[in-house]
DNA sequence: TTTTATTGTCTCAATTTATTACAATAATAC
DNA sequence: GTATTATTGTAATAAATTGAGACAATAAAA
């Protein structure tokens, strides 16, 4: 079998991102392994001649998680000659039934634009594309070593994250629309990786008067129900 | 004539920056202009085959300016396919005496990482390349109009400088490397676009404990003189 | 010697943030 | 039913930060 055609596509280009979710008050990462390599990379791909590099970001991340509208950040383009490892794509490609020809499109250099993804983790079933066996959420402190320079570019990812949450109050994206005030505050403590002060937290979340207040949830719980919220606007970093 | 070759240059990627420089109490950028065109563009440049990224812009840097050391931020990616445009590329290469081909790699659509620079001002005598006539400095609030979509990239770089300004500090890098407190308010104001208390400037910068003071500078005004200050470490966004 | 303009620092007020306290429940245990 | 338990929402107070003004200390000029 042929390698997957160059044609219509930019050269040099890639993209690469890092799609985190919120789950058993833990952050994660989806990750896919390529098919009988154990290797493990982040979810990417190619920028289309005439297509706008968001555009393809979106379209890649609409084929892996089935998601339309999602928070979406270009964060750093990584661009070092270091990033590239022939050896392992020829092994990727020939775990798959490639002809692997050495001038291949597919082994040369690529720089990657990078970005960050905030999904509701209960709306996506990952679907792996076709070079790889399965994609899979990790705990960011339980990743497997990543090819590609693709742990440095989590690294990054993370941080940007971290810098972002309180300025843009990013983390709403990462609950279903609406949510307790103990939810969110668990989400930023599992971003920032440390316990915030629940009266401080509460009162300045309030206190962005972007938060609206609907009808209390009944939980079943011993105790008084907390108030379920959902965010006013849109916060996106779609451009 | 023909034109410049692709040999050894990544495809389909470029890299632009946005230098500023601070004189006369305004925020300046470095803008070139093409030989008999009117055209107006911030200096930018490609990627060697086997080349960082990084490197690329600062060997670009160093060919414009001069200077070898200097603060150096990548803040995002243009990637719209609106930015080509093949017309100015061409009356470009032509009133440069290229023999225009309509297959020419520089006709072809560029991503084009961006990067900003802080100097100081008084450190260089900009140098023009090739293709161009001209370097000048030009106010922030004085811009030609800039073709390639160059303007979205200086609106997004003056954005990105505010940003870090508090965070980073970053405004140092836009004096020599004495300096007294005054000049750092004036970088300081030049780059909000709005005044800041004395008092307050002063204690703030101090209380973060990155200044260094030095003898006084006797400026031969008639008033007490300041403290000169130096930055104690190094704040570079290279990677 | 006095005047002028600016600098460095201090004080006090205003604002913001942190911490504690406590009343209001929703279910449970008796 | 009534007391108990585990939260939640908010108010009250303390601590820290920031804003605004005051003032003494000059370096040079008048």
Known sequence: MDIPSKEGFLSNIAYDSVIFGFSGNTLKILILEYHNTGF????????????????????????RTGLDKIFLEQFYTFGKTSRKDSAAMETILKANGFKVDKQSWLLDRF??????ALINYE??????????????????????????????????????LRDNLERKLVGINLLPSKFTMKELQQVHEAILNKKLRRTTFQRKMLGMEILERHEKQFSGKAHKAPYLYSFNKVTSGQQ
Chains 1, 2 share one sequence.
């Open 40 to 63: 493990f990379a982040l979810p990417g791909g190619f920028v289309k001649i005439d297509e706008d590099l968001n555009d393809a970001v979106k379209r890649g991340l609409k084929e």
């Open 123 to 160: 709306d996506v079933s990952p679907q792996p594309d076709e070079l790889s066996d399965s994609i899979n959420w990790y705990p960011i402190d339980e990743l497997p070593p990543l090819i590609f320079g693709h742990d440095e570019i989590v690294k990054k990812a993370i941080q940007t």
């Open 111 to 116: 720089i990657s634009v990078a970005y960050y």
